[in-house]
């Protein structure tokens, strides 16, 4: 018979309710939490606020700065130097009036936002006249890579400068300064595109100055936008006061001002991805499509504006036929409204010219390997020469002054060979082997030693130390 356990005493009271294990869910929010907590290391609020401020002004020696930020980023593009262009991006200032114009929005202090937003606006315009002073001055006028690449902004730049704009919020309101403020500058780019603009202004290239502007208002607009967000999250104090109305007009005019710089580069973004699968698809279609067995491409451009292919054959020639039946398959490619051009060997249409430059280009950058790689085992060899050299000619000194040391010397050998290790590098080593008619004790030896390493100035040195007393002397044969 089974026993039934013991009905509860109702008289008694009931005990404290048992507690359960915090489920995984709970765990992973609590750690996540714990993680990511951006008020662990938050400054107080008057010191961030005092960091963005003492940046907004463009006074003193800023606009100095800001001037020379100008020329050597000119400079840097005149000559396509990225490096040159990075040094530009961390010391320019212009990053002092963005933050504080978010600010400025963040805690309603709209004074504040207007002394940002002027001295930007001044920033700016010193930004365009520099940069159009210089390159109207420049004798070189050719549009290179590093400036190119600043005239047409997509949807990628906006994500940049605002994952840029949230990195520099956080790292300015750590109570440590890190260097998360150059980072951002050199990701975001402000000035490399106000110099591009004033590179259009200067060359008449309306085209370099609209889209060079546009990226740089795109970084302005979005690393302003970040600091608001970031700013009102960390939940600094606000100086203003803004009734309802007043907050849902900001909030909308920052929605508008958002969607309106983002949209075109939403379009361009579109445009180049389209682009990119255009030359994607046509150079897949010429890699398979274009094989013959006694006809080879030698040049293939695309040009996914007009939807363009220009293919250059050498041997013999693709008749009219399957010419037809390429083209016919460039519909299953995703290819179609595609105009394929070919140019043949004895064709009248073929662009020698562009053939020629393309073939004598990668020859030149051919050879011009080749000759770099021949100078530098050629300077090696000359330094490891002259090394040489240069302890054979001493070997005498050497000699002489050792002997001074020790007069018990006997012969001298200064040489110079090479450590081979198991891994097989190579280091050279200066030798120096002598004899001496009475043994040497540890700390004469040691003295020779540090004297030929210092003498000889090699960095590493081999010391060969032989006792030989000298011949014994004839003696006379008894008769």
Not at 71 to 100: E, F, H, K, R, Y
Not at 225 to 250: C, D, E, K, N, Q
Not at 304 to 322: A, D, F, K, M, Q
């Amino acid at each position: 018979m089974n026993a039934h356990p013991p009905s509860p005493d109702p008289s008694t009271p009931p005990g404290p309710p048992r507690r359960h294990a915090p489920g995984l869910m709970a765990r992973l929010r609590r750690f996540a939490v714990d993680r990511f907590n951006l008020r662990d290391d938050k400054a107080e609020d008057d010191e961030i606020e005092a960091r963005i401020r003492a940046a907004v002004e463009l006074v003193g020696a800023t606009p100095w700065v800001l001037v020379f930020a100008i020329l050597i980023a000119s400079v840097g593009l005149n000559v396509n130097s990225t490096a040159v262009i990075i040094g530009a991006m961390l010391i320019s200032p212009l990053m002092g009036p963005i933050m504080g114009a978010g600010l400025g929005v963040a805690v309603y202090d709209f004074a504040l936002l207007r002394r940002s937003l002027s001295n930007l606006l001044m920033a700016t315009v010193i930004s365009l006249l520099v940069s159009w002073a210089y390159f109207s001055l420049t004798p070189l006028h050719q549009a290179q890579s590093e400036l190119l690449a600043r005239t047409s902004p997509t949807l990628w730049d906006v994500l940049i400068a605002l994952f840029g704009g949230f990195a520099g919020i956080i790292g300015i309101t750590r109570r440590e300064k890190s260097n998360v403020i150059p980072g951002v500058a050199i990701a975001t780019a402000l000035m490399p595109p106000a110099c591009t603009a004033g590179y259009g202004l200067a060359t008449g290239q309306w085209h370099f100055f609209g889209g060079a502007l546009y990226l740089y208002t795109i970084n302005c607009v979005f690393i302003m936008l970040a600091t608001i967000v970031g700013i009102r999250t960390m939940r600094l104090r606000r100086h203003g006061f803004a009734s309802p109305a007043i907050a849902r007009r900001v909030k909308a005019a920052l929605w508008v001002l958002a969607l309106a710089t983002a949209a075109p580069s939403l379009y361009l973004a579109i445009d180049l991805v389209r682009q990119e699968v255009f030359r994607s698809s046509a150079r897949e279609f010429v890699r398979r499509e274009f094989v013959f067995p006694d006809s080879q491409v030698v040049d293939a451009s695309i040009d996914p504006v007009t939807r363009t292919i220009n293919v250059s054959l050498i041997g013999e020639r693709v008749g009219r036929e399957v010419q037809d039946n390429i083209r016919a398959r460039l519909a299953a490619a995703n290819l179609a409204g595609t105009r394929i051009v070919l140019h043949q060997s004895g064709d009248q249409r073929i662009d020698v010219t562009a053939l020629k430059s393309t073939l004598l280009s990668d020859l030149l950058k051919d050879s011009q390997e080749t000759a770099r790689q021949r100078e530098a085992q050629l300077q090696q060899l000359r330094r490891e020469l002259a090394e040489r050299n240069a302890l054979l000619d001493q070997s005498g000194d050497l000699a002489h002054e050792l002997r001074q040391l020790f007069p018990a010397l006997g012969e001298v050998t200064v040489g110079q060979g090479l450590v081979i290790a198991a891994n097989g590098d190579r280091q050279p080593v200066a030798t120096l082997n002598v004899t001496i008619a009475a043994p040497l004790d540890e700390a004469a030896r040691q003295r020779i030693g540090d004297w030929f390493k210092a003498r000889t100035k090699a960095p590493a040195v081999s010391v060969n130390i032989k006792a030989e007393p000298p011949p014994a002397r004839p003696g006379r044969k008894r008769r």
